[in-house]
C-alpha cells in the first residue's frame, strides 16, 4: 500500500516538474528531429569562390535556410507522415529471474530498482516523425528535471497529504475462532496494525514514515461486526459513520454526471458497430428508479446494479449491432419498461437475471 502511494506521488511530481519543462524540451526535441530529416552538411571547398572560408560560410547559410524551411514544414504537420531512423536506449537486465507475477512487471520493477547499475542497449526504431518528437521531448524533459529532488518531495506530500483506503476490512474480522481462517485473518490485521498506527516503512524511493497519513476503512460488515476486529485496530479508526443506501437521486447523478458515466460507456461501445444510441430523460428516470427497486427486493449491490440492468436492457441491440441489422434508436421509458418490466415484477427471475 505505501510502496502504491509513493509510487503514485512520484508520477504526479514528476509530472508536475517536466510541465514545466514541456517548452524546452519541446524545442530541443524538434531540433534533434530536424538534424534527423536534414543532417548538418560536411565543409566543402567551392571552386567557384576566392577561398574555402567563403565556400564553407555559404553552405552554411544554404543549409540554415533549409532547415528553416523545413521546420515550418515540421510545425504545419506536413511532415507527419514521414518516419526516422530514431536511436533510443534501453536498461537490459542480464539475467533471469523465475517469478510466478507477471514477467514485464517485474523486468520494469528491476530496471527502476537498479537504475543506473543496468547497461543501456542501444536500439534502433522506425517510427514517425510525431512519435519522434513525443519520444525525444520525454527524453529529455527527463534529463532536464531533478530526480533526487522529485523523490524528496514525492515521499514528503505522500507522508503529510497521503490517504489510503482499506476496502473491504470486514473480511479480515475475526469471531473468536482460534483456528481455521480466523487465525491468519487475525494475522493480516496485526501486519496493518503497525502501518496504521505509524512507522518507517522502506520503499524503492526510500524510507516512508506512516505517522501523518490518512487511513480510512470500509466494510460492509454484514456477516460480521467492528468490534470483531482486534481491540488495538479498532482503536486507530476511532471516527466511524454508517452510509445509507443508494436511492433513486444517486442512481440519476450516478449514471449523468461522472465523466465515464455508465451511459455514455455503453453509447460509445455500441457506436464502434455503426450504431448510434440516445438516451431520453425519462428513461434514465426509469432505469434508476428499477435499479432502486431492484435492490430493495434483492440483494443490495449498490451501484453495481446499474451495470446488470443496462446489460440486459441493450442485450438485443447490443446482439444485432454487429451484423448490421440495428437502426439508430432513441431509448425512452416504454423501451425500459418493455424490456425490464416482466423481470421487475417477478422477484423470483429477477433474482436470477437481475
Do not use: W
Amino acid at each position: 500500500m505505501i510502496s502504491d502511494l509513493v509510487g503514485l506521488s512520484m508520477n504526479m511530481v514528476k509530472t508536475e516538474h517536466m510541465e514545466k519543462f514541456n517548452e524546452k524540451a519541446k524545442a530541443m526535441a524538434e531540433d534533434r528531429v530536424l538534424s534527423l530529416l536534414l543532417p548538418p552538411p560536411r565543409s566543402q571547398r567551392k571552386m567557384s569562390l576566392s577561398s574555402p572560408d567563403e565556400a564553407a560560410e555559404e553552405s552554411k547559410d544554404n543549409y540554415s535556410e533549409t532547415r528553416e524551411k523545413l521546420r515550418a514544414r515540421l510545425r504545419d504537420g506536413k511532415l507527419d507522415d514521414r518516419y526516422i531512423d530514431l536511436e533510443v536506449r534501453e536498461k537490459v537486465v542480464p539475467f533471469g529471474v523465475v517469478s510466478n507475477i507477471g514477467m514485464d512487471d517485474l523486468e520494469m520493477n528491476l530496471k527502476e530498482m537498479l537504475g543506473n547499475f543496468l547497461p543501456d542497449k542501444p536500439k534502433r526504431k522506425k517510427v514517425k516523425v510525431p512519435e519522434a518528437l513525443r519520444i525525444i521531448q520525454q527524453e529529455e524533459a527527463n534529463k532536464l528535471i531533478d530526480m533526487d529532488r522529485v523523490t524528496k518531495e514525492a515521499i514528503e506530500r505522500a507522508e503529510q497529504n497521503g490517504i489510503i483506503f482499506i476496502d473491504e476490512i470486514d473480511k479480515i474480522a475475526t469471531r473468536g475462532s482460534a483456528h481455521g481462517p480466523d487465525v491468519s485473518r487475525e494475522g493480516v490485521q496485526r501486519d496493518l496494525l503497525p502501518i496504521v498506527e505509524g512507522s518507517t516503512i522502506s520503499t524503492k524511493h526510500g524510507p516512508v514514515k506512516t505517522d501523518h497519513i490518512l487511513f480510512i476503512a470500509a466494510g460492509a460488515f454484514s456477516m460480521a461486526k467492528p468490534s470483531d476486529l482486534v481491540p488495538e485496530l479498532q482503536g486507530r479508526f476511532p471516527i466511524r459513520a454508517e452510509l445509507d443506501a443508494l436511492g433513486k437521486d444517486e442512481f440519476l447523478r450516478i449514471l449523468q454526471e461522472p465523466k465515464n458515466a455508465l451511459l455514455k460507456q455503453y453509447t460509445a461501445l455500441i457506436e464502434t458497430e455503426g450504431v448510434k444510441i440516445e438516451f431520453a430523460d425519462d428513461a434514465i428516470s426509469e432505469l434508476a428508479s428499477t435499479a432502486a427497486m431492484v435492490n430493495e427486493k434483492t440483494e443490495n449491490i449498490g451501484a453495481r446494479r446499474l451495470h446488470t440492468i443496462l446489460e440486459k436492457l441493450l442485450e438485443d441491440i447490443s446482439f444485432d449491432a454487429p451484423e448490421g441489422n440495428c437502426p439508430d434508436q432513441t431509448i425512452d421509458a416504454a423501451y425500459v419498461n418493455e424490456k425490464l418490466s416482466d423481470i421487475v415484477t417477478s422477484e423470483d427471475l429477477s433474482r436470477y437475471i437481475l
